[in-house]
Structure formats: C-alpha cells, structure tokens
C-alpha cells in the first residue's frame, strides 16, 4: 500500500522527531501502568490485611439467642451457593484468664480448625507448637503471649460469666498479623469451646469466605435466600466497612484521573506534531498528489504513523513500566528483604493499557490527516 510505505519513509527521515514521540508516549504508558498496578497492588494488600484472613460473609443469631442452633443443614445449603470458597463455624464467648494471679480479659473461640484454616490460614499463623490435639488444649496469640510471659505446655484457668472455671493447656502459639487479634483470641477446638459456654451443639456464628472479595455483598443476599431461615442474618463485610470502601474507591478514583489526565497529554502532543509534520511536509504531499495519489491515500499517510507511533510507544511504555515496578518493589523491601507492598502484575490492565495507547495515538493523528487531505497540490506547488 502506498500510504504505508510513504509513512514509513516520513517516519525515517525524521528519526529524531520520530525517537521523541515514541518517547513520550512510552513515558505516558509507564506512568499508567506504574501507578495502576501500584494502587491495585496497594488495594489487594489492604484488602488481604484486614478482610483476607477473617470472615467475609457471617451469619448470626438475629435475636436474642447468643446461639446458633440446627447450624448443621444451614453449612450444607450455604456451601451450595456458588460465590462460596469457604465455610467454618465458631463457638465464641468473652472470658478470663487467671495465669498463677496474672488477669487477661479475652474471646475464647472455638472451631474446627481444618474448616477454620481456610479462613485465618492458620498453617501459616502458627508459629510455634501444634494444633489441639486433645480436649482443653488452646492457642494463644503472639501479643498475649509476650503480655503474659507464656510458654509452652503452661497451664491456666478460662473464667466464664458465671465464674466456672476450666484449665486449658497451651499447645501452640499464632500470629495473625493483628495484634488486638493475637491480644484477645484464644483458639481451640469446636467441642472444648462448646463445652466450657454450655453451648451443647450450637454455635454463635458461621464464618464464610467468597471468590471474590469485592462481591460479597451480593454473595450474602444468596447465601440468605439459601438458609431462609429468618432466626439468624447475614452480614458482609463490604456493609460494615464503609468507611474503608470509600478510601478505596478514592484511591481507584485517584489512579483513573491520573490515568486520564496523561492520555490527554499524549493525544495532545502527538497531534500537535503530527500536525507540524503536514506542514513540513506539505511540498512532497502537494508533488505526491499532483502525481495522482488521493485525498483518502494522503490521510492514510498520517494514521499509519500515528498507529506505528503508538505500537512503539506501547511496547516500550510497558517494558518502561515493568521495570519501574521491579525498581520500587527492591527499593522499598524491608529489612528482612520481603516487599513493603507485594506487587501484582495485572496483565489483562497492562495489555489494556497498550491498547488504549494505540488507539489514542491513531486518533490523535485524525486531525492531521483530515488536514493533509485538503491540501491542494497547485497552491502548495506555486506557494513552495
């Protein structure tokens, strides 16, 4: 095609002008996917820390019954809602602790850990010592544990509400990277937990976790309708943390406009040279033309262009931008040599983010083009 071979040769000749432009739209497609997949890093890692290891969908007693009972069929219909990855129960209730005359104020939680282990990973968690094994064996947390100068094998009395005490032994010590978390939680079996409340066989609420974290809201209204059962309600974590929802849409908001507002840059200055380019290049279009070659051929010329200019810039602004990630993920480790935050390279939103680059360098050449095709060869000829 002849547009395609002129393009080129303009492109060639002017490999400098050429070189700055693909330059400039690498540095706009760097900064798109640098601080998109920073901030949807970022998201993930806030996300994870404070909703990724706890319950995201919960169902509760909705009256005045601390307890859950018949939870049994309601676990069944709840794993056959599809949104659902993990379910797990739990019999909890505050208490005290009395460690040789040393007090602490704390939840004693029971449940199953092989069902709560999808939750609070707690394969991960546990940094010492070994799941309960036995009837009255505990977890404690990192905090309470350093709180309370605990070690292995200590044995200490769970007081309950009505001053019933029962001796527990400690078997493990966990660490769920929340320190009000490791602080108040004493873990242990479902039956342990059940026995020391008198729960019998109920529980005080199910702990379940979605595929998609952002869609738990609509996961609860299913997992409703599923249990219709108007003795407990359910409750998502989205509706009882409004406050960090906002902060995140602020963020994705944040991101997009910076997104945007370099876009419009780069559309702006590749026209404005495009648009240099036809008058610079406006004898050899008037002698191309006088030589029969068409309006729509001449505005091909400068798509062509704008579509090369773009396909170089794209690649070389992911390239560009994939490099920035690695620079910021060594730059800001930790001591220890783990990331500050860990980086999640989204390549459907890099690939879109070059796509986006391409189109916008083709559309920025639209203007130029449609200038090129009203060029008339007599008057550039005679003006020179």
């Known amino acids: 095609m002849i547009s395609l ?24 497609v760097a900064v798109q996917v640098f601080v998109g997949s920073l901030i949807g890093s970022l ?3 806030l996300v994870d820390a404070t909703v990724g ?12 019954s601390p307890t859950i009972g018949g939870w049994d069929a309601m676990v069944t219909r ?11 129960v739990a019999a909890d209730s505050a208490a005290f602790i009395d460690k040789s005359g040393r007090t602490a104020s704390v939840v004693v939680r029971g449940v199953n850990f092989e069902d709560a282990n999808g939750i609070y990973r707690l394969d991960d968690a546990l940094y010492e010592g070994s799941l309960p094994q036995t009837s009255m064996g505990v977890l404690v947390g990192k905090e309470l544990k350093n709180d309370l100068n605990l070690r292995l094998s200590d044995t200490f009395d769970v007081i309950t509400a009505n001053a019933s005490r029962f001796a527990v032994t400690i078997t493990g010590f966990y660490d769920l990277k929340v320190a009000s978390i490791n602080r108040a939680w004493i873990l242990t079996n479902l039956p342990t937990a059940q026995s020391i409340f008198g729960f019998g066989n109920n529980v005080t609420s199910i702990e379940i976790q979605v595929k998609d974290i952002f869609k738990a809201d609509k996961a609860a209204a299913d997992i409703e309708a599923a249990i219709s059962d108007s003795s407990v309600k359910v409750l998502d974590w989205k509706t009882q943390n409004q406050q960090l929802l906002s902060g995140l849409q602020g963020q994705s908001i944040s991101s997009y406009m910076i997104q945007v507002f370099v876009l419009v840059s780069v559309v702006i200055a590749i026209a404005s040279v495009l648009a240099i ?6 004898r050899q ?15 091909m010329v400068f798509l062509f262009e704008g579509l090369f200019l773009g396909i170089g810039g794209a690649i070389g602004g992911v390239l560009l931008g994939l490099f920035l990630l690695y620079g910021f993920s060594i730059g800001t480790a930790n001591p220890d040599g783990s990331s500050l935050i860990a980086i999640r390279i989204d390549y459907a939103f890099i690939a879109a983010s070059g796509i986006v680059a391409i189109l916008a360098a083709t559309f920025a050449a639209v203007l130029p083009a449609r200038r090129s095709s009203r060029l008339s060869p007599i008057e550039v000829i005679r003006s020179g």
């Open 5 to 28: 071979k002129i393009a080129l040769r303009f492109l060639r000749s002017s490999r400098g002008q050429t070189m700055l432009i693909i330059a400039g739209i690498a540095v706009g």
């Open 43 to 45: 998201q993930t890692s």
């Open 53 to 64: 290891r706890s319950s995201q969908v919960t169902v509760v007693p909705a009256d005045s």
């Open 78 to 88: 709840i794993r056959g809602v599809d949104a659902v990855k993990t379910v797990s």
């Open 285 to 299: 279009l008037g002698i191309l033309k006088a030589m029969g070659i068409t309006d729509r051929a001449a505005s």
């Open 277 to 282: 380019k036809v008058v610079q290049k406006s």
